[in-house]
């Protein structure tokens, strides 16, 4: 004779609707007085009894039981759209494009309690041939930080991201440094083109493209103070960014720069063409103060001004517009100081680094074709 459950151990039903075996238990009251009642479904009694055992092993865990469809895709999902919530927009937009490009596609519609190491070192690997080792890295961080938000909330034991390690990826595309001819050829070519003062300012401050692109005209002294003590030249400050809050990127980004002659001559130029545009689009002009602007007054973003820079560069003689970005106006401006000896401590001053590391190892470019140092160095050495 089978023996009688006792009253609160549970059951064991087929659920017509479902077509399943439903197997259930109770675990007391919560504090409202509502019943506790813990679920485990199986198309056969051993399998509802199974999952019912690990739905209970997961409650003495201390953890709430995730509903079973909770996929990562909607992992993601919630981390993107509530995980974010003081990130920059754009940051935002960036990370929800890689997401629904890379993550979602491969893994979204994984069950986040099934995701395993194996799927996820899989995934990596499999886009290793096509991603750089820093895009991969990000990759990882998203789903990291996704999974981390999920658990946090009970909807997953562990997060098995974080035990996965980060393959190398596709060697990226170096960057690189304008020689002086390249950079005159490019100056003298920019002379006709909208892009022309803020071409001219890149590559002869090197400021970075976000620290130019919120530049307002109440940051720039065209004039300076020639009867101060000392004296002051003209000059921009590069105080602002299109980064979040409007900072720039570390402490010491924040500067004031001295403008070159050919800056100065190219930014008087430039407002005097901006009043004539000011003047053509009337009551479209948006008013921001802004130095570099659209044909309305508004910001250009960073896809306008690779346009334009890469338009300049396609009437440059031996130069392939494609294989260059703005930002290597700002390497060429240290490759160039470099090469004509100024020391790089002072360098990195006026790029706004916090030490000469990254000047040297990522910004500065050999750009003379021999390296006459050591040779010059041994002659007069050996002079005798």
Same mark, same amino acid.
């Given at each position: 004779m089978t023996k009688r459950r006792s009253r609160g151990d549970g059951g064991l039903h087929w659920d017509d609707k479902r077509q399943r075996w439903i197997a259930t238990a109770s675990l007391g009251y919560d504090p409202s007085g509502k019943r506790i009642v813990k679920r485990g479904s199986g198309k056969t009694k051993t399998e509802a009894k199974n999952k019912l055992k690990e739905v209970l092993r997961d409650h003495e865990d201390g953890l709430a039981i995730a509903p079973?469809?909770?996929?990562?895709?909607? #992992?993601?999902?919630? +981390?993107?759209?509530?995980g974010l919530t003081e990130v920059d927009a754009a940051t935002? &937009?960036?990370?929800?494009?890689?997401c629904g490009k890379h993550v979602i596609p491969a893994l979204g519609a994984r069950k986040l309690r099934d995701l395993s190491a194996d799927d996820v070192d899989r995934w990596l690997t499999s886009k290793a041939p096509e991603l750089s080792t820093r895009t991969l890295r990000l990759l990882h961080s998203?789903?990291?930080?996704?999974?981390?938000? &999920?658990? #946090?909330?009970?909807?997953?034991?562990?997060?098995?991201?974080?035990?996965?390690?980060?393959?190398?990826?596709?060697?990226?595309?170096p960057s690189k440094a304008l020689t002086l001819a390249q950079a005159e050829a490019v100056l003298n070519a920019a002379e006709d083109s909208r892009l022309h003062a803020y071409i001219v300012v890149a590559l002869l401050t090197g400021a970075r493209t976000e620290e130019l692109r919120?530049?307002?005209w109440d940051h720039v002294d065209l004039d300076g103070s020639p009867d101060a003590v000392p004296v002051i030249p003209p000059h921009i400050a590069v105080w602002r960014s299109v980064r979040a809050g409007g900072e720039t990127k570390t402490r010491k980004s924040r500067r004031t720069l001295a403008l070159p002659?050919?800056?100065v001559a190219a930014l008087v130029e430039h407002r005097e063409q901006q009043a004539?545009?000011?003047? #053509? &689009?009337? #009551?479209? +002009?948006k008013e921001q103060g802004l130095v570099f602007t659209s044909d309305v007054g508004t910001a250009l973003d960073a896809a306008n001004v690779r346009l334009y820079f890469r338009r300049v560069l396609?009437?440059?003689?031996?130069?392939?517009?494609?294989? +260059?970005?703005?930002?290597?106006?700002?390497?060429?401006?240290?490759?160039?100081l470099s090469?004509?000896?100024?020391?790089?401590?002072?360098i990195s001053r006026l790029v706004g680094h916090s030490g000469t590391a990254v000047t040297e190892e990522v910004y500065r470019k050999q750009i003379r074709p021999v390296v006459q140092t050591g040779a010059v160095a041994m002659d007069r050495i050996f002079e005798g």
């Open positions: 079973t469809g909770y996929t990562v895709e909607k #992992a993601v999902t919630d +981390w993107l759209t509530y935002v &937009a960036n990370y929800t494009n890689l998203l789903l990291n930080r996704s999974i981390r938000r &999920a658990m #946090a909330r009970d909807k997953v034991k562990r997060n098995v991201v974080e035990l996965c390690s980060i393959p190398k990826g596709r060697e990226g595309r919120p530049l307002t002659g050919r800056c004539h545009q000011r003047k #053509a &689009a009337g #009551a479209r +002009w396609g009437e440059v003689k031996g130069m392939a517009p494609e294989e +260059w970005t703005p930002r290597e106006l700002r390497h060429s401006f240290v490759s160039l090469d004509s000896g100024v020391p790089l401590e002072e």
